[in-house]
Structure formats: structure tokens, C-alpha cells
């Protein structure tokens, strides 16, 4: 009875100094259910929520195809994909269907909160098309500008 105990008291100590890394935002957050592979991102378990989100989001940025190991992506971590896009599509370097089909890929879920208005709509009436919803996107004249000035 004595070991459990001192594993379970070991590991608390170790949430809470930090020591351990985290893949979920706490019990009880607006998204409990975004998920993170801790591989891909080394975020310490005594982080605040909203370090822990501007983090992934810069991570996004930098590296756009991490995305693709965050589950139900919160909004903001959304419109950090959708700003590369965007960057993307304006500098015509290249068609970002890779990037379009992560975000389809996370709307696939119905737990996945919406980032944009009628973007769900358009993926699921094409079919998770990704030349639709850059089709979409790219109809938008100032598509993201918008999202960002309602936070």
C-alpha cells in the first residue's frame, strides 16, 4: 500500500514542478478536449492555459504540418493554420492544399469547435473536399482579418 501511494504523491510532484509534460489543457477548460502528441510538443504540466495555447499556435506557425498532431485544434490554433494559408494563397508560392487538407481533416470531427463562420458548411457539403474549401477561402476578401478582430 505504501508504494502506490508514493508513485501517486511522486507523480503529483512532478506535475506541479513542472517536470512532466502535458498533452491536454486542465480538467474543466473551455477545451479539455484539444490533444497534443507530446512528441511534438515538450510543454511543461505547470504551464497556463493560455501559454500552453499561444505555444502550439506559434508552433503552427513555424512548422504549419504539426498541426496534424493536435486533436480538435482550437479556434485560435485554427487561425494560426489559416494565416499561413492565407500568407500562402497571397504570395501564390504554391497551392497549400496540404495544409487546407489538415484542416478538413480536423473538422472531420463534430468536437472540433468552429474557427470561422460556414467553414464546417462548406467542408461537409463538398465532401471534404480540399479544393473547395481553399475554393472558399480563397473567395473571402479579407477572410481572416475578420476572426481575429471578434478576439
Same mark, same amino acid.
Given at each position: 500500500?505504501?508504494?502506490?501511494?508514493?508513485?501517486?504523491?511522486?507523480?503529483?510532484?512532478?506535475?506541479?514542478?513542472?517536470?512532466? $509534460?502535458?498533452?491536454?489543457?486542465?480538467?474543466?477548460?473551455? =477545451? *479539455?478536449?484539444?490533444?497534443?502528441?507530446?512528441?511534438?510538443?515538450?510543454?511543461?504540466?505547470?504551464?497556463?492555459?493560455?501559454?500552453?495555447?499561444?505555444?502550439?499556435?506559434?508552433?503552427?506557425?513555424?512548422?504549419?504540418?504539426?498541426? *496534424?498532431?493536435?486533436?480538435?485544434?482550437?479556434?485560435?490554433?485554427?487561425?494560426?493554420?489559416?494565416?499561413?494559408?492565407? $500568407?500562402?494563397?497571397?504570395?501564390?508560392?504554391?497551392?497549400?492544399?496540404?495544409?487546407?487538407?489538415?484542416?478538413?481533416?480536423? =473538422?472531420?470531427?463534430?468536437?472540433?469547435?468552429?474557427?470561422?463562420?460556414?467553414?464546417?458548411?462548406?467542408?461537409?457539403?463538398?465532401?471534404?473536399?480540399?479544393?473547395?474549401?481553399?475554393?472558399?477561402?480563397?473567395?473571402?476578401?479579407?477572410?481572416?482579418?475578420?476572426?481575429?478582430?471578434?478576439?
Amino acid at each position: 500500500m505504501l508504494i502506490p501511494t508514493l508513485l501517486q504523491a511522486l507523480a503529483y510532484v512532478s506535475r506541479v514542478c513542472g517536470f512532466d $509534460t502535458v498533452d491536454s489543457f486542465p480538467p474543466g477548460h473551455q =477545451y *479539455a478536449r484539444t490533444r497534443w502528441n507530446r512528441a511534438y510538443f515538450d510543454i511543461a504540466s505547470d504551464v497556463k492555459p493560455e501559454q500552453i495555447e499561444r505555444s502550439l499556435c506559434e508552433s503552427i506557425t513555424n512548422t504549419p504540418l504539426i498541426f *496534424a498532431h493536435i486533436t480538435h485544434p482550437t479556434p485560435r490554433m485554427q487561425r494560426a493554420l489559416l494565416a499561413v494559408i492565407e $500568407t500562402r494563397m497571397r504570395r501564390s508560392c504554391g497551392s497549400p492544399t496540404d495544409l487546407v487538407a489538415l484542416l478538413v481533416n480536423a =473538422y472531420r470531427s463534430p468536437q472540433t469547435p468552429d474557427a470561422m463562420p460556414n467553414l464546417r458548411k462548406v467542408i461537409e457539403d463538398s465532401g471534404y473536399d480540399t479544393n473547395a474549401v481553399l475554393g472558399f477561402l480563397g473567395s473571402m476578401p479579407s477572410a481572416f482579418d475578420v476572426i481575429e478582430a471578434a478576439h
